[in-house]
């Protein structure tokens, strides 16, 4: 193993099993994936009228894709309590695709996350930290009860599976820092 990449990438070190230190980082990363595949899926369920919805996402594309349908008339006209005949003026289409690339935006972000994360374990730890602010932003938005309590507790597995899977990534670069020392001193040759 070449020194200098020692503690970047954990897989080269250890055997995968099920309580290894490559696992549960990897199990985090996966969870990043499937946080993608599944907001992708409820915000498809939306656009199309479906109402149905994974809780092991991410809110904050979701709550903004549903507002874009709001603010613009996308949804039937019996959702807005409208009295028959009246009229509302909705905003046009331009801003309707402008929330929807501001969620796919959000999910890119997982996505890059997901990809650079094999390499930088930085992008696990703002993966967490923004998966932290989307579980703060869901706290306030639907709030603490029965009706969310499954969004609640998805969410608070996927925080936990990512401070574990950095956990275990830290604690596999002491090691490894302890069994390959790395001496930063320059050596002399007479």
């Not at 907001?39 to 994974?54: A, C, E, K, T």
């Not at 507790?153 to 574990?164: E, T």
């Amino acid at each position: 193993m070449n020194e200098s990449n020692i503690g970047t990438e954990i897989k080269d070190t250890l055997p995968t099993n099920k309580k290894s230190p490559v696992t549960k980082y990897d199990s985090a990363r996966n969870n990043l994936l499937i946080i993608v595949v599944l907001s992708l899926v409820n915000i498809g369920i939306l656009l199309f009228g479906g109402d149905s919805y994974y809780v092991f996402c991410a809110s904050i594309p979701y709550v903004v894709v549903d507002l874009a349908m709001y603010l613009c008339g996308k949804y039937p006209l019996e959702y807005y309590g409208l009295a028959e005949g009246e009229v509302v003026d909705f905003y046009g289409n331009e801003v309707f695709a402008l929330l929807i690339v501001l969620a796919l935006i959000c999910i890119a972000a997982y996505v890059i996350c997901y990809i650079l994360s094999k390499k930088h374990v930085g992008w696990m730890i703002f993966a967490l930290i923004f998966f932290a602010c989307d579980t703060v932003f869901t706290l306030y938005w639907w709030g603490i009860n029965l009706n969310n309590a499954l969004d609640i507790l998805a969410h608070g597995w996927i925080l936990v599976s990512m401070v574990l899977g950095l956990v275990y990534y830290y604690k596999q670069k002491k090691q490894n820092e302890e069994e390959f020392p790395v001496d930063n001193e320059p050596t002399f040759e007479e």
